[in-house]
C-alpha cells in the first residue's frame, strides 16, 4: 500500500534507532526485500480523460503526491486511486469528473512543489487529493520537514482556487512481508507522520482523512485481496476501499455534505 518504499531506508531507520541491532535489521529488510520483488515496474495505469463524460459540465479533479496517488497496483486505469475517485464522485455529483495525476512513483513529500510546477500556469482545478508520506518515513526525513511541503503545496492549490483534501500517511504496519520489529517501527513512525499532516491540513484549510484509521483495517485483516502482487501497493479492491474512505471528505470539501466520519477531519475556521 506504501508508495515506492525503500526497504533499505527501513533497515537504515531501525538500525540507527537501536545501534546494536543493526545485523539483525539489515536481514530482515534484505529477507523483505526477496519477498516482495518489483513486479509492478514504476508506472501506474494512465488514467486521466474525463470519467462519466455524458453527464456533463466536468469538474477539475488533480492527484499529487506518491504511487498510491498514481495508482501502482492496479491493472486497469479504472480501477487506480484516481479512476475510482473520480467515478466515485461523479457519481455522487451526477457530474463528469476531469481527471489529471500529477503524482509521480516513489515521490517524498518534498515532490509537491515540482508536481505543482509542472501544470499549467492556467489550470485551476476544482479539487486536488494529496497522498504522500510514506517514503519520508522509510527515507527517515524528519517529521517537522516532511509536514512543511504539504502545507506549502496547500497554500499554492487554494490560490488557484481548488479544495484540497489530504490522505495521511498509511499505516506501514501493514506491510506483512516486513518483519518484526522492523515492522513495529514502520508503523509508530508512520502514524507519527500521519498526525502530524492532519493537523498541518487542517490547518492550513485543507480536509485530512487518516488512511491508517478509515482504510488501514482492511489492509491489515485481508492483506491478500487488499494488496496487488507485489504485497506492497494497492490491489483494485485496496484502491477501491481507499477511494471510499476519501471521498466523504471530498464532498465536504465541494460543499456537498455537512458532516464527515470517523477518520476525517475539517478545516479549522
Same mark, same amino acid.
Given at each position: 500500500?506504501?508508495?515506492?518504499?525503500?526497504?533499505?531506508?527501513?533497515?537504515?531507520?531501525?538500525?540507527?534507532?537501536?545501534?546494536?541491532?543493526?545485523?539483525?535489521?539489515?536481514?530482515?529488510?534484505?529477507?523483505? #526485500?526477496?519477498?516482495?520483488?518489483?513486479?509492478?515496474? $514504476?508506472?501506474?495505469?494512465?488514467?486521466?480523460?474525463?470519467?462519466?463524460?455524458? /453527464?456533463?459540465?466536468?469538474?477539475?479533479?488533480?492527484?499529487?503526491?506518491?504511487?498510491?496517488?498514481?495508482? =501502482?497496483?492496479? !491493472?486497469? @486505469?479504472?480501477?487506480?486511486?484516481?479512476?475510482?475517485?473520480? @467515478?466515485?464522485?461523479?457519481?455522487?455529483? &451526477?457530474?463528469?469528473? #476531469?481527471? &489529471?495525476?500529477? *503524482?509521480?512513483?516513489?515521490? $517524498?513529500?518534498?515532490?509537491?512543489?515540482?508536481?505543482? $510546477?509542472?501544470?499549467?500556469?492556467? /489550470?485551476?482545478?476544482?479539487?486536488?487529493?494529496?497522498?504522500?508520506?510514506?517514503?519520508?518515513?522509510?527515507?527517515?526525513?524528519?517529521?517537522?520537514?516532511?509536514? $512543511?511541503?504539504?502545507?506549502?503545496?496547500?497554500?499554492? =492549490?487554494?490560490?488557484?482556487g481548488a479544495e484540497v483534501?489530504?490522505?495521511?500517511?498509511?499505516?506501514?504496519?501493514?506491510? #506483512?512481508?516486513?518483519?518484526?520489529?522492523? @515492522?513495529?517501527?514502520?508503523?509508530?513512525?508512520? &502514524?507519527?507522520?500521519?498526525?502530524?499532516?492532519?493537523?498541518?491540513?487542517?490547518?492550513?484549510?485543507?480536509?485530512?482523512?487518516?488512511?491508517?484509521?478509515?482504510?488501514?483495517?482492511?489492509?491489515?485483516?485481508?492483506? !491478500?485481496?487488499?494488496?496487488?502482487?507485489?504485497?506492497?501497493?494497492?490491489?483494485?479492491?485496496? /484502491?477501491? &476501499?481507499? *477511494?471510499?474512505?476519501?471521498?466523504? +471528505?471530498?464532498?465536504?470539501? =465541494?460543499? !456537498?455534505?455537512d458532516e464527515v466520519p470517523?477518520?476525517? @477531519? +475539517?478545516?479549522?475556521?
Amino acid at each position: 500500500m506504501f508508495a515506492g518504499i525503500a526497504l533499505v531506508g527501513l533497515g537504515g531507520l531501525l538500525a540507527g534507532a537501536l545501534g546494536g541491532a543493526w545485523l539483525l535489521l539489515s536481514r530482515q529488510a534484505a529477507t523483505a #526485500r526477496r519477498l516482495i520483488g518489483t513486479p509492478l515496474g $514504476e508506472q501506474a495505469p494512465a488514467a486521466d480523460r474525463v470519467w462519466k463524460k455524458s /453527464y456533463g459540465d466536468p469538474l477539475d479533479l488533480l492527484l499529487l503526491g506518491d504511487s498510491i496517488a498514481a495508482g =501502482l497496483g492496479a !491493472e486497469r @486505469r479504472k480501477d487506480t486511486l484516481g479512476g475510482r475517485l473520480a @467515478r466515485g464522485l461523479a457519481r455522487s455529483l &451526477r457530474r463528469a469528473v #476531469r481527471l &489529471r495525476t500529477a *503524482a509521480v512513483v516513489g515521490a $517524498e513529500s518534498s515532490a509537491l512543489g515540482a508536481q505543482i $510546477e509542472a501544470l499549467p500556469d492556467d /489550470y485551476a482545478p476544482d479539487l486536488a487529493v494529496i497522498v504522500v508520506g510514506g517514503n519520508d518515513v522509510t527515507h527517515r526525513v524528519p517529521v517537522a520537514t516532511s509536514v $512543511e511541503h504539504p502545507q506549502v503545496a496547500i497554500a499554492r =492549490l487554494r490560490e488557484r482556487g481548488a479544495e484540497v483534501v489530504v490522505g495521511t500517511c498509511p499505516d506501514l504496519g501493514a506491510l #506483512r512481508p516486513v518483519p518484526q520489529p522492523l @515492522r513495529g517501527l514502520g508503523s509508530r513512525m508512520s &502514524r507519527q507522520l500521519a498526525a502530524a499532516q492532519a493537523v498541518a491540513a487542517v490547518r492550513c484549510g485543507a480536509h485530512a482523512v487518516s488512511l491508517a484509521d478509515v482504510v488501514g483495517p482492511f489492509f491489515i485483516t485481508n492483506p !491478500e485481496e487488499m494488496f496487488s502482487l507485489d504485497r506492497f501497493h494497492p490491489s483494485a479492491l485496496g /484502491y477501491k &476501499r481507499t *477511494a471510499k474512505a476519501l471521498l466523504p +471528505s471530498m464532498l465536504t470539501a =465541494l460543499g !456537498e455534505r455537512d458532516e464527515v466520519p470517523f477518520g476525517h @477531519r +475539517s478545516p479549522l475556521s
